[in-house]
T-cell receptor, first 115, second 112 residues
Framework: AQSVTQLGSHVSVSEGALVLLRCNYS??????LFWYVQYPNQGLQLLLKYTTGATLVKGINGFEAEFKKSETSFHLTKPSAHMSDAAEYFCAVSDQTGGGNKLTFGTGTQLKVEL | EPEVTQTPSHQVTQMGQEVILRCVPISNHLYFYWYRQILGQKVEFLVS????????KSEIFDDQFSVERPDGSNFTLKIRSTKLEDSAMYFC??????????FGPGTRLTVL
């Protein structure tokens, strides 16, 4: 079974400050890892994903995440927060076996960006 | 850019009534999914569908739920007899290679 833990249900940063959203996963098989963003009353938009290869992955809107197998982590970062980044962020994991590839989501982190 | 669409955007129903939520996945995708998100909670997997049959389902997906791909484009989720606790946002997703699920905008189901 897979699981995802997102530390901090609410994170608040100042505009221009570093954004760091934490995600740790548990998986018995090599994982695929994802970050999704959800703006109010909207669906889920993929920010970035790790499947294989380079462990530092870059996504949309200046976000990036690093897969660290030894730490079972996939933290999301952005060097400089913008007001438009305020949203809920979900980390998710799926496994590489079979064809189903369901996503298991974390509980989400609400990012607030203040002036 | 291709996208997953869902209808209706909001459905209000009485407890005990049947509802059908509709999704049009991206045309060349082969795997289809339903997830739900109860207000304020995380997104939960309900069911995956491949080659015209369910490939995996969660504990939530009991006998009250069913899925169907009635034609080459639509993918539906039916709840036979809705309960108050079925109130949630329901997301459809479809999968391409490599493992990127595209999500629809969701249907907000309100059971009164």
């Amino acid at each position: 079974a897979q699981s995802v833990t997102q530390l901090g249900s609410h994170v608040s940063v100042s505009e221009g400050a570093l954004v760091l959203l934490r995600c740790n996963y548990s998986s018995s098989v090599p994982p695929y890892l994802f970050w999704y963003v959800q703006y109010p009353n909207q669906g889920l938009q993929l920010l970035l994903k790790y499947t294989t290869g380079a462990t530092l992955v870059k996504g949309i809107n200046g976000f990036e995440a690093e897969f660290k197998k030894s730490e079972t982590s996939f933290h999301l970062t952005k060097p400089s927060a913008h007001m438009s980044d305020a949203a809920e962020y979900f980390c998710a994991v799926s496994d590489q076996t079979g064809g189903g590839n369901k996503l298991t989501f974390g509980t989400g982190t609400q990012l607030k960006v203040e002036l | 850019e291709p996208e997953v669409t869902q209808t209706p955007s909001h459905q209000v129903t009485q407890m005990g009534q049947e509802v059908i939520l509709r999704c049009v996945p991206i045309s060349n995708h082969l795997y289809f999914y339903w997830y739900r998100q109860i207000l304020g909670q995380k997104v939960e997997f309900l069911v995956s569908f491949y080659n015209n049959e369910i490939s995996e389902k969660s504990e939530i997906f009991d006998d009250q739920f069913s899925v169907e791909r009635p034609d080459g484009s639509n993918f539906t989720l039916k709840i036979r007899s809705t309960k108050l606790e079925d109130s949630a946002m329901y997301f459809c997703a479809s999968l391409t290679v490599p493992n990127e699920q595209f999500f629809g905008p969701g249907t907000r189901l309100t059971v009164l």
